[in-house]
């Protein structure tokens, strides 16, 4: 009889640990030897212990509402019986959404050093969970100090090439909280479309919110569908999903592409550009030679007049105004141009689009914002106060944390989620090989900077171009599992980082991705 309950205990024990498959792995994890759980039924209430926390508790209950089919009563008194706890702990960490958690028979205590830590605590008690549905959740004792690396973990969504409805970018935004990221960078302006309403310009919803088809397979295609597709958001859809982001503790950077990636607002406003058109909405992928016209005033009010809008809409600090990828072709053969060049002492079209980015700049900044912008930005002169977003691999981020300007890294090797993920895809990519081991692996803070330069890069985030991606399922299968990889690299310790480790977790977490029925890439290198 004893051998029988050593071995059940064993089995038990074995239990325990396996559920117990966090990512991003915490700072520090320590589980106690005699091994217990804590189970969590419709009867366990969640005790606000703190003020504020109910953001936490409302997603909380979300969340086991959805996969697990019950809600727990949130009360706002103490009571003894076991429960779940949120309160606050006094943590000593530089960066916001550090937390305390410990898990014991009188239930779950979660504290956070604000109430960013305490949702991110339960982000971690989610993880613990059983993958299967349940009305009876045991979680195992232990104990977890945790905080994140980096104040930027963002990811980025293309909602231009194709356009995705107000479900699925909170279904998104559910996908970054999850993983403890903080940042979505919402590329809303695009050559192939325009997705946010500007109440003083219409056209550019009207007429630039739409293209009459698209090319078919991997550019320069095999013809085109001729089907109409576009979409936009309105004022009130972005407040909606700006709240709903809130909640989540996740911040929403809106992107207005400037001065390239123009066509659908040259469409829209024939004027805005250097030949005055006729121009369309294009119906392919790449890079256009028509963009605004850097020589024509009313470029800049126009520009102005959209932020006008734009910006009260989005809290947060950063708008991002693109920069990359801007031919000058038009430039050289504009008369305008040549004479802003001419009366601005600018020795080549670089600096012209130096002296654009850098004229957006100031106006950005007398709104009380931070201009962001794609590491062309740097060509011709950086403007004062921007932050780089390092596309092109990591030069122009150490470029520019060597200039003492903030950076974030989005180096296209090692984060861009439009790349192939397998050597054998079943579908159209932009092409590239980013395996899931790749984006593991990767290290934001490069070794060219000191130890004061790396101060200046806040992160890193994962980038989502849609030219092949036209349906929700297709970017849930190219961003999962590369997400769950670049959440451990940016919240995690790196020296806690183990590829054998991390893929031994990674197999409970596409359990998750079936509880969730979220698609992903199954066959993952």
């Not at 339960?122 to 980096?150: G, H, M, N």
């Not at 932020?307 to 990828?325: C, N, Q, R, S, T």
């Not at 977003?389 to 470029?399: L, P, V």
Request: charged share 25%; with cysteine.
């Amino acid at each position: 009889m004893k051998k029988v309950w050593v071995f059940a205990s064993l089995l038990l024990t074995i239990s325990t640990y396996a559920q117990v498959n966090i990512i991003p792995q915490p700072a520090e994890l320590k589980m106690p030897e005699n091994a217990g759980q804590f189970v969590i039924t419709a009867k366990t209430p969640i005790i606000l212990q703190g003020s504020g926390l109910e953001n936490a508790a409302r997603f909380l209950n979300e969340y086991l509402k959805q996969l697990y089919g019950f809600t727990l009563p949130i009360i706002k008194k103490e009571s003894k019986v076991p429960a779940i706890r949120l309160n606050y702990d006094r943590l000593d960490h530089p960066i916001p959404g550090a937390y305390n958690m410990e898990i014991n028979a009188k239930g779950v205590y979660i504290g956070g050093d604000n109430a960013t830590g305490a949702f991110y605590g339960v982000q971690t008690l989610l993880q613990l969970l059983p993958v299967e549905k349940s009305t009876s959740l045991p979680v195992a004792y232990l104990t977890i100090k945790d905080y994140p690396r980096f104040e930027y973990r963002g990811l980025h969504l293309d909602v231009c090439r194709h356009f995705f409805p107000v479900s699925f970018v909170k279904r998104y935004i559910d996908y970054i909280a999850l993983h403890k990221m903080n940042y979505f960078h919402w590329h809303l302006t695009e050559d192939q479309g325009w997705r946010i309403e500007i109440r003083k310009y219409p056209n550019l919803t009207r007429t630039g919110a739409w293209r009459n088809g698209t090319i078919i397979g991997r550019y320069p295609g095999t013809g085109n569908d001729s089907i109409r597709h576009g979409g936009f958001y309105t004022q009130k859809e972005v407040k909606e999903i700006v709240d709903y982001a809130a909640k989540r503790y996740v911040t929403i950077i809106p992107e207005i592409e400037m001065p390239g990636h123009a066509s659908a607002a040259l469409t829209a406003y024939p004027y805005l550009g250097c030949t005055g058109g006729p121009y369309q909405v294009q119906q392919t992928w790449g890079v256009f030679d028509d963009v605004f016209c850097a020589g024509n005033d009313s470029v800049f009010t126009f520009l102005q007049n959209v932020l006008d809008e734009v910006i009260p809409l989005f809290p947060a600090k950063y708008v991002h105004i693109g920069g990359d990828e801007c031919p000058k072709e038009s430039w050289k053969k504009c008369a305008k141009c040549q004479k802003r060049m001419a009366d601005n002492k600018l020795k080549d079209e670089h600096e012209l689009q130096s002296y654009f980015v850098q004229r957006m700049e100031k106006y950005i900044n007398s709104k009380g914002k931070t201009m962001i912008g794609w590491d062309e930005i740097l060509e011709g002169g950086l403007a004062p106060n921007a932050v780089v977003m390092s596309w092109r691999g990591e030069k122009g981020g150490i470029e520019a944390a060597k200039q003492n300007h903030d950076v974030i890294m989005t180096p296209g090797d090692f984060v861009y989620l439009d790349h192939s993920q397998t050597k054998k895809e079943d579908s159209v990519t932009i092409g590239g090989y980013t395996p899931v081991k790749e984006i593991y692996g990767y290290e934001p803070l490069p070794k060219e900077l000191n130890e004061a330069e790396r101060k200046h890069v806040l992160g890193a985030q994962g980038n989502v171009w849609t030219e092949y991606m036209g349906n929700v399922k297709k970017v849930e299968y190219m961003i999962f599992p590369r997400v769950s990889a670049l959440s451990e690299v940016l919240w995690s310790p790196s020296e806690k980082r183990n590829w054998s480790d991390f893929e031994n977790r990674l197999q409970t977490q596409c359990k998750r991705y079936d509880l969730w029925g979220t698609n992903y890439n199954k066959a993952f290198e």
